[in-house]
């Protein structure tokens, strides 16, 4: 039995596939050590582990940030303000907590996004597993690293993505190497580059929770990394299905399902429009709109009989009883959606969520529509599309019928317990 510390960041979205790992891994008889900030600790001991508290508060970050974070269709800018308002006040004190519960470990498993995880790598004894929830930090030349890159011409990818990486690299470096190499200078290591995009990975073995049915690895991508397929975790223990919610969803008409990730909780009054417009353009096309995740208070407290809405549904049992579903892209969700065979209208407000938006179309697995174009016209067109063209569901549901054939958590746990005994890597 290993004690193994997985540490990740972000929004509950990033930490779901940490859970999954972290169940798999204690079927397999290993002791699991949660280092992570407040945000997650509740859902973390919910779920039967124990929690190492890292300083840090992203949840209020994003609160005192909305526009700069929500208002901009630039995922650098939104990477650059919670490196700088998030990661970096903290990030001494951070380093030390990691190193701290790291100090009985017998592996460390981080997010990629975690920037600091390389120097607590470097500092600490045990082996390191870095693991990436998105292809889109990890630069290749078959990814577009802006979703409006994705209409070039084939001949034209590879230079032109090479050097919008090679932009993005240079506009991150001063914000993120300068100032956590600093800190590593401190502790007299060698310096790292790029550390927001693949100088923060482990060289033993970077693991990529993506399906290759909704990115194919790239063939210039290092041997180190390994693609194992969607990790699923979305259902709490506690959580039982409303019984208006399941007479809701056995009604004969279509339902549209509408979210847009835990932040919008925190920030009510960024996603008013948003969740309104939604209702309005699923009521247009003739289809009934299920809610889930709406800040308190945003929605009228009478609702008409085709609109229900909820706080909380897991995906997982909710997304295949839908026709369509809208939802900001986030990756989790982008998952859900993709294993339960049903198309998706994905509209984008930051970081990664732009190139998962581009890239659930360019498969054939629904459209994308921008904050600043999400008007009520616009919407009732894409879900009339979505809703009544077959291609979109053939397709969506041969995605699924491959990532059912997948299993994510037990691929990334053979790949760790084979660095565990210093062995040879499963073939991918």
């Known amino acids: 039995m290993a004690r193994i510390v997985l540490t990740t960041l972000g929004s509950h979205g990033d930490l779901n596939p940490?859970?999954?790992?972290?169940?798999?891994?204690?079927?397999?008889?290993?002791?699991?050590?949660?280092?992570?900030?407040?945000?997650?600790?509740?859902?973390?001991?919910?779920?039967?582990?124990?929690?190492h508290l890292l300083p840090g508060n992203i949840d209020a970050v994003f609160a005192a940030y909305p526009r700069q974070i929500f208002g901009s269709n630039l995922p650098l800018l939104t990477a650059r303000l919670l490196i700088e308002k998030h990661v970096l006040p903290t990030a001494a004190a951070t380093i030390e907590e990691l190193r701290a519960a790291c100090a009985e470990a017998d592996l460390f498993v981080s997010t990629a996004h975690q920037v600091l995880a390389s120097t607590v790598a470097d500092l600490v004894q045990a082996p390191w597993v870095s693991i990436?929830?998105?292809?889109?930090?990890?630069?290749?030349?078959?990814?577009?690293?802006?979703?409006?890159?994705?209409?070039?011409?084939?001949?034209?990818?590879?230079?032109?993505?090479?050097?919008?990486?090679?932009?993005?690299?240079?506009?991150?470096?001063?914000?993120v190497d300068t100032p956590i190499n600093r800190l590593r200078a401190h502790y007299r290591l060698p310096p790292r580059h790029n550390l927001f995009f693949g100088g923060n990975l482990s060289h033993t073995l970077t693991?990529?929770?993506?399906?290759?049915?909704?990115?194919?690895?790239?063939?210039?991508?290092?041997?180190?990394?390994?693609?194992?397929?969607f990790c699923f975790w979305d259902t709490p223990a506690a959580w039982d299905e409303p019984g208006e919610l399941s007479?809701?969803?056995?009604?004969?008409?279509?339902?549209?399902?509408?979210?847009?990730?835990?932040?919008?909780?925190?920030?009510?009054?960024?996603?008013?429009?948003?969740?309104q417009t939604s209702i309005s353009a699923i009521r247009q096309v003739g289809a009934r709109a299920l809610v889930i995740g709406a800040p308190p208070g945003l929605l009228p407290a009478s609702l008409?009989?085709?609109?229900?809405?909820?706080?909380?549904?897991?995906?997982?049992?909710?997304?295949?009883?839908?026709?369509?579903?809208i939802h900001h892209g986030g990756i989790?969700?982008?998952?859900?959606?993709?294993?339960?065979?049903?198309?998706?209208?994905?509209?984008?407000?930051?970081?990664?969520?732009?190139?998962?938006?581009?890239?659930?179309?360019?498969?054939?697995?629904?459209?994308?529509?921008s904050r600043r174009t999400y008007t009520q016209g616009r919407v009732a067109?894409?879900?009339?599309?979505?809703?009544?063209?077959?291609?979109?569901?053939e397709r969506s549901q041969a995605i699924a019928d491959q990532i059912t054939r997948e299993d994510g958590v037990a691929t990334l746990c053979d790949a760790l317990e084979a660095v565990l005994s210093k062995s040879e890597l499963p073939s991918s």
């Open 18 to 51: 940490f859970l999954a790992l972290a169940l798999g891994l204690q079927t397999r008889g290993h002791e699991v050590l949660f280092a992570v900030e407040q945000n997650f600790r509740q859902a973390v001991m919910e779920a039967g582990f124990p929690v």
């Open 132 to 175: 990436a929830l998105t292809p889109a930090t990890i630069p290749s030349t078959s990814i577009a690293p802006l979703p409006a890159l994705g209409a070039l011409p084939g001949f034209l990818r590879p230079p032109v993505y090479r050097s919008s990486w090679a932009a993005g690299m240079a506009s991150l470096r001063p914000v």
């Open 207 to 229: 693991a990529v929770m993506i399906s290759p049915a909704f990115v194919s690895p790239p063939a210039d991508w290092p041997p180190s990394i390994r693609q194992t397929g």
């Open 247 to 275: 007479l809701f969803l056995r009604e004969a008409q279509p339902v549209v399902v509408v979210s847009s990730g835990s932040m919008s909780l925190l920030l009510r009054d960024a996603f008013a429009s948003f969740y």
């Open 304 to 325: 008409p009989e085709d609109v229900y809405a909820l706080p909380f549904a897991p995906f997982s049992q909710i997304y295949p009883r839908c026709a369509v579903a």
């Open 332 to 369: 989790g969700t982008v998952a859900q959606t993709l294993r339960a065979g049903i198309p998706a209208l994905v509209t984008p407000w930051g970081v990664d969520q732009f190139f998962a938006a581009a890239q659930v179309e360019q498969i054939g697995a629904g459209r994308h529509l």
């Open 381 to 393: 067109r894409a879900l009339d599309e979505l809703l009544q063209d077959r291609q979109y569901h």
